[in-house]
């Protein structure tokens, strides 16, 4: 059964960092499509970043997060993370970890499997 789980969500300062974990398990995901999204309240999901491509050569980002998040993943741990660095108050929403994406990478649509979420809120 595959399942990811988030953590490393919580409150922060605005212009602090945060570095958010998925742990991924049910089978290996070291050459799988991985992404993060985020949902802040009442608005919809929203890409942030996503890791592809052999090894995970790949990256995309959403505008909105571009120069102050990185993605990376540890194939030995099957885990992906995701750096926060320079946050805003906009920043403030739960953090969601997907996998196996059959489609354009941005795109919520395209993942199979979700995580629960961590919370992550920014204070000004």
């Known amino acids: 059964q595959v399942r990811l789980r988030e953590s490393g969500g919580g409150l922060v300062q605005a212009g602090g960092s945060l570095r958010l974990s998925c742990a991924a398990s049910?089978?290996?995901?070291?050459?799988?499509?991985m992404a993060w999204f985020r949902q802040a309240p009442g608005k919809e999901r929203e890409f942030v970043a996503a890791?592809?491509?052999?090894?995970?050569?790949?990256?995309a980002f959403a505008d909105s997060v571009k120069g102050r998040v990185t993605i990376s993943r540890d194939g030995a741990k099957n885990t992906l993370y995701l750096q926060m660095n320079s946050l805003k108050s906009e920043d403030t929403a739960v953090y969601y970890c997907a996998s196996d994406s059959s489609g354009p990478v941005s795109q919520e649509g395209s993942y199979i499997y979700w995580g629960q979420g961590t919370q992550v809120t920014v204070s000004s």
């Open positions: 890791i592809f491509g052999s090894a995970g050569v790949h990256m």
């Open positions: 049910g089978r290996t995901f070291a050459s799988v499509t």
